[in-house]
């Protein structure tokens, strides 16, 4: 049973149906001049021009990448190389993606100025500093929509408002909200977005900037003069074509699947928490539909995903791109938990796949590792000195 669907998706048959002639009849290089390479650009564009429209943006305005990690890289980068060190001032949320905080921590390194934006316990972005923050000449922030740990889902009207009331550009990292929640990129104020296909039910290996004309930025891969010249390389047009079918059919389904989704959420959250010593952290309601990430005393995170891991379970402890490091999650301390709270939590998110049924079954399922885990843990402190503790 996938409970994992923040880390990745399956490709959706629909989607994969699409792809495929890409890769043996209308393999045309689209910069190429004949009738291949023709029917390719023609694919290109018109799957530009669905995902554009899926955010009320420009087909000129989209820059297909590689990854979202790319696309975070090429925004962020390419405004500061763009702006030069003595202009360039860039502010990040401090439960951004690794994709985001390591480009800036490296922009840093070259003599780049970068501020950090604390959150609050639940994961929101602290206006009060926030707006402390904006009173410096700050020329781009970086907020991540829907945190892909903790599920908060930031008020992201609010803050385009405020950076434009301060000359500031915003952009958002929306990976794990593109698909899940309607987005219109003009009306919400956002000037450049970050999105990817396999979060979605599309294949990996390809993402896409939102990049609104007025932020101008400096390329970062340098060749042809593919994607406007933002990005140079022969376009991955079979994933290109997979990644519009993903948008076309999750704008169908969104609303339906995302009523679903929280239900099943609520239901194994209400589960959890009858647990003792158990925690939900993030946002109880402004949260991603398909999010659940918990915290149980005196337990590793580790230790719980492994056990239902044995038993059929896929779920995942921190964020799949830092799991395989020791160090507690950067998202769970910025919302304020010690390290040994942090290594106490573990993420399910949902999909397309789970039924009411699946969930009922890892509800239970879970309650019986955490009960074994902790007969035999020596975390575990004997009942008269466990030391009584909020819930929130
Ligand atoms: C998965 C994820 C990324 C990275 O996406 P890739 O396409 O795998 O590089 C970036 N940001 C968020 C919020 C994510 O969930």
């Not at 060190?85 to 994709?99: E, M, N």
């Not at 580790?302 to 830092?322: F, H, N, Q, R």
């Not at 796949?353 to 843990?377: C, G, K, T, W, Y």
Request: glycine share 8%; charged share 25%.
């Amino acid at each position: 049973m996938y409970l994992d669907y923040a880390a990745t998706t399956p490709t959706d048959p629909r989607v994969l149906e699409v792809m495929l002639p890409y890769f043996t009849k209308s393999y045309g290089n689209a910069s190429s001049m004949n009738s291949f390479g023709r029917e390719a650009k023609e694919a290109l564009e018109e799957s530009r021009k669905r995902i554009a429209d899926s955010m009320n943006a420009e087909a000129e305005e989209l820059v297909f990448t590689g990854s979202a990690t790319e696309a975070n890289n090429l925004v962020l980068k390419g405004h500061a190389f763009r702006e030069g060190r003595s202009r360039c001032h860039i502010a990040v949320s401090t439960i951004d993606h690794d994709c985001v905080l390591n480009s800036v921590k490296w922009l840093e390194e070259q003599g780049f100025r970068v501020t950090y934006l604390p959150v609050d316990s639940y994961g929101l972005l602290r206006v009060d500093s926030f707006r402390k923050a904006l009173e410096e000449d700050i020329t781009l922030v970086s907020v991540v929509y829907g945190n892909n740990e903790i599920g908060t889902v930031q008020q992201v009207e609010e803050i385009a408002k405020m950076c434009h009331e301060h000359g500031a550009f915003f952009h958002t990292d929306a990976v794990q909200s593109f698909g899940k929640f309607p987005i219109d990129v003009e009306s919400m104020g956002i000037d450049s977005m970050t999105v990817n296909a396999h979060k979605m039910y599309g294949p990996k290996g390809v993402g896409a900037l939102y990049i609104s004309g007025n932020l101008k930025i400096a390329p970062l891969i340098h060749g042809g003069s593919h994607e406007f010249g933002m990005r140079a390389g022969t376009e991955n047009i079979s994933s290109i074509v997979g990644f519009a079918k993903a948008v076309e059919l999750r704008e169908k389904e969104m609303e339906t699947e995302g009523k679903r989704l929280c239900r099943l959420r609520d239901r194994l959250i209400e589960a959890a928490l009858e647990i003792d010593d158990a925690y939900l952290n993030g946002h109880p309601t402004m949260r991603l539909p398909n999010n659940v990430n918990l915290r149980f005393s005196h337990l590793e995170g580790e230790a719980v995903v492994l056990d239902l891991d044995a038993e059929g379970i896929a779920a995942s402890s921190g964020s799949a791109c830092s799991s395989t490091s020791l160090e507690p999650s950067h998202v769970l301390l910025a919302i304020g938990l010690r390290p040994e709270e942090a290594r106490g939590s573990l993420r399910f998110s949902l999909g397309k796949q789970n039924s009411e049924e699946d969930i009922e079954f890892s509800a239970r399922r879970l309650v019986d590792v955490v009960e074994r885990l902790r007969r035999i843990s020596p975390l575990t402190p004997k009942s008269t000195d466990r030391s009584p503790q909020l819930k929130h």
